[in-house]
């Protein structure tokens, strides 16, 4: 959708290595999310943002940290990436009565 | 926590068949979203549902909310292969939340 950009949109990473997945959204929207989807599991919360500075965790927050410094930018880094890790990242948005997302990061940790 | 619950995970249906996807929950809801994901794909918002009892419809998809907010259905009629895709049911109290999905395929 519209408003929202993901990057990178694919990256092989070793395993103990730091990564930073970027959300960049056009639209000025308070909230946004990022996800993991896995086989099997759907969607799964890491963390969200309500604003510049505030954030919470979600459902499988372990291993993640995130930063809002600007409304737009939206920033997932793995600490030290581990190989159960591997999986398609989204980032997400709500505009208070719809949700948008990314087109989805694929990271692999070898 | 507030979870919820899709039902079924998979279902493979005739083309021209009908397909309904149940999402389910412990407590009452606020709202409820439903998305679909086409395969390789991002989710993409198909609706909001927020009123009790609440009935919307779109083309061939109609979307319930139940009386007591708990539950929520996606009808798809006269399926097309261009429903395939996987069908997530959200809720959000701010905090965004999907179920697991459900997995819609149409044999032409």
């Known amino acids: 959708d519209a408003g929202i950009t993901q990057s990178p949109r694919h990256k092989v990473t070793e395993t103990g290595t730091p990564v930073t997945l970027r959300c960049h959204q056009t639209e000025n929207h308070r909230y946004m999310y990022w996800y993991r989807q896995d086989p099997g599991h759907g969607l799964r919360l890491i963390h969200y943002s309500y604003g510049v500075k505030d954030t919470d965790k979600g459902e499988v927050s372990d291993g993640y940290s995130v930063s809002r410094s600007k409304t737009e930018d939206f920033l997932l880094t793995l600490e030290s990436a581990t190989s159960s890790q591997t999986s398609v990242y989204f980032c997400?948005?709500?505009?208070?009565?719809?949700?948008?997302f990314g087109q989805g990061t694929r990271l692999t940790v070898v | 926590g507030q979870q919820v619950m899709q039902i079924p995970q998979y279902q493979h249906v005739q083309e021209g068949e009908d397909f309904t996807t149940y999402c389910n929950s412990s407590t009452t809801l606020s709202n409820i979203q439903w998305y679909k994901q086409r395969p390789g794909g991002h989710p993409v918002f198909l609706i909001q549902l927020v009123k009790s009892g609440e009935v919307k419809k779109q083309k061939r998809l109609t979307f319930q909310f139940g009386e007591a907010k708990k539950n929520s259905s996606l009808h798809i009629t006269a399926t097309q292969t261009t429903d395939v895709g996987t069908y997530f049911c959200?809720?959000?109290?701010?905090?965004?939340?999907f179920g697991a999905g459900t997995r819609l395929t149409v044999k032409p």
């Open positions: 997400a948005a709500w505009t208070g009565t719809w949700g948008f």
């Open positions: 959200s809720y959000n109290n701010n905090d965004m939340r």
